[in-house]
């Protein structure tokens, strides 16, 4: 199988959708934190606007539920790409409304649109084919360049695909360069393989966890998921986050890991809190003994030196999720001391989520990782080996597009 190119397409003079990720973190004032999302999308808009397209970009931010919220608009979006674009983008009143679709229909070429967030749609999470089918209408060709979405089936990523054969339809540049680089490394990991995982809750990453585990060789635990599995050990957590419901399937993971011989590595010590809040007081405690009442917000630097001894002889690292609530400086510390031993490290460093690579960036060793992926989910739902819902629809057998 093969993922259809952008470079086949016969684009000359053509209208073109491109679904691209521009959910990209923002601090409490509305600033963009970490442009790398939408820099990863210029190369393929460039190519169609070289190619003489009219562009018709689309994204979501956030989470808004369906419904239209001032917070989560793609202006300061818009106002990114023109900077980065050198040209002006012209963000259209809403998704599919009567006046978006005539800006999108009588688009000139050269010209670039940016949709408002496609998910104050509520039938975009839904897969909508209506919606699908609107926003299909919009142009002649269809490019999927959103890689951290491509694990969920949205009508902007998978229900618009049925509208386009596979003439008029691709992979932009960096899905594919996503695509193969996850594809290199799950069929051919230089071992020892560990993956580093952090991040708020278990519920999220649990499959992720599972599927992992006869993949990997080690796995070192950090965040906030940490305490689900801290309890279950019988430890004291204090008021750290936990999900009670959770704990059979952290003992699973557990004994799964022990019958894989895969190191299971959790943390000794972490940097408690009396508040979950910048001027907390903190200290540090054993991962045994978190006070009443404290919340465990950062892993501690026993914790830190004995990953440090663990991913020592590591050839292969996966990192996904902070190790604790690195927003804030006094718990970021835990965070930027593996951020920076990963970095040093001679191993294939790979960083994968929005948080993470926000993380690296903060840090300053974003250029030392080997690879930063633009999807967290959905970069660990390739490596877990799965089809993503976003790509299948992008992908032929070799044979039949030749
Ligand atoms: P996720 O989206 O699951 O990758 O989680 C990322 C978030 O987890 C970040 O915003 C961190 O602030 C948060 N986080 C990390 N460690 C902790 C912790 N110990 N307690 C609460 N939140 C945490």
Known sequence: ???????????????????????????????????????????????????????????????????????YSLAPVARRLQQLLKRHVELAPGVVDDATLKLAHELPRHEVLLLENLRFEAGETKDD??????????????????????????????????????????????????????????????RPFAAIVGGSKVSGKLEALVNLLPKVDKIFIGGGMAFTFLKQMGYDIGASLVEDELLD?????????????????????????????????????????????????????ATVRLYREGLNDVQTVLWNGPMGVYEMEKFARGSSKIAHFVADSYATTVVGGGDTADLVQRVGV?????????????????????????????????????
């Open 249 to 301: 399937e952290a003992q699973n993971i557990m004994d799964q890991a022990k019958a894989l011989g895969v190191k299971f590595y959790l943390p000794v010590d972490v940097v408690a809190a009396d508040k979950f809040a910048e001027d907390a007081v903190s200290k540090i405690v054993t991962a045994q003994e978190i006070p009443n009442g404290w919340m465990g917000l950062d892993i501690g630097p």
């Open 129 to 190: 084919e209506e919606l699908s089918h609107k926003l299909a209408s919009m142009a002649e060709f269809y490019v999927n360049d959103a890689f951290g979405v491509s694990h969920r089936a949205h009508a902007s990523v998978h229900g618009i695909t049925k509208f386009f054969d596979n003439e008029h339809k691709a992979a932009g540049f960096l899905l594919e360069r996503e695509i193969n680089f996850f594809g290199k490394l799950i069929n051919n990991p230089v």
């Open 366 to 402: 974003d250029d030392e990782m080997s690879f930063i992926s633009t999807g967290g989910g959905a970069s660990l739902e390739l490596l877990e080996g799965k089809t993503l819902p976003g790509v299948a629809p992008l992908m032929v057998k070799i044979d039949e597009e030749a």
């Open 1 to 71: 199988m093969e993922l259809l190119h952008l470079k086949k397409l016969d684009l000359k003079d053509k209208k073109v959708f491109i679904r691209c990720d521009f959910n990209v973190p923002m601090d409490e004032f509305g600033n963009i934190s970490d442009d790398r999302r939408i820099r990863s999308a210029i190369a393929t808009i460039n190519y169609c606007l070289d190619m003489d397209c009219a562009v018709i970009l689309a994204s979501h931010l956030g989470r808004p539920k369906g419904e239209v919220v001032e917070k």
